[in-house]
């Protein structure tokens, strides 16, 4: 597993969490980075992208509430939530693609993080 994704907790509806996807072995500034989450019972879904030139892509169930940003120099792509609700509550995995958003056949997922909003 090369990507590393980090963050996750427990936060009450309305609240927010901000996720880390660190590479180790690779600069990401290479490729086009995105956002999954998989919820219980449903399959992973992308819910954002951010491109090698920084251009950003959001699911419409996400998008005005989640953030996403890159910071070359650490390496580190970022995942701002704010007003979360309960249907985020899923395990949250971040993917590379060589080409760009969105990210398709990714296949080395690692163990996510897990974000649950609940009261």
């Known amino acids: 597993v090369q990507l590393q994704a980090s963050g996750g907790g427990l936060v009450q509806p309305g609240g927010s969490l901000r996720l880390s996807c660190e590479a180790r072995?690779?600069?990401?500034?290479?490729?086009?980075i995105g956002w999954f989450r998989q919820a219980p019972g449903k399959e992973r879904e992308e819910i954002s992208c951010v491109n090698k030139d920084g251009s950003t892509h959001y699911a419409d169930s996400v998008k005005g509430r989640f953030t996403i940003s890159r910071d070359n120099a650490k390496n580190t792509v970022y995942l701002q939530m704010n007003n979360l609700k309960p249907e985020d509550t899923a395990v949250y995995y971040c993917a590379t693609d060589n080409y760009g958003c969105p990210v398709l056949g990714y296949t080395d997922w690692g163990q996510g993080t897990l974000v649950t909003v609940s009261s």
């Open positions: 072995a690779f600069f990401l500034d290479y490729y086009a």
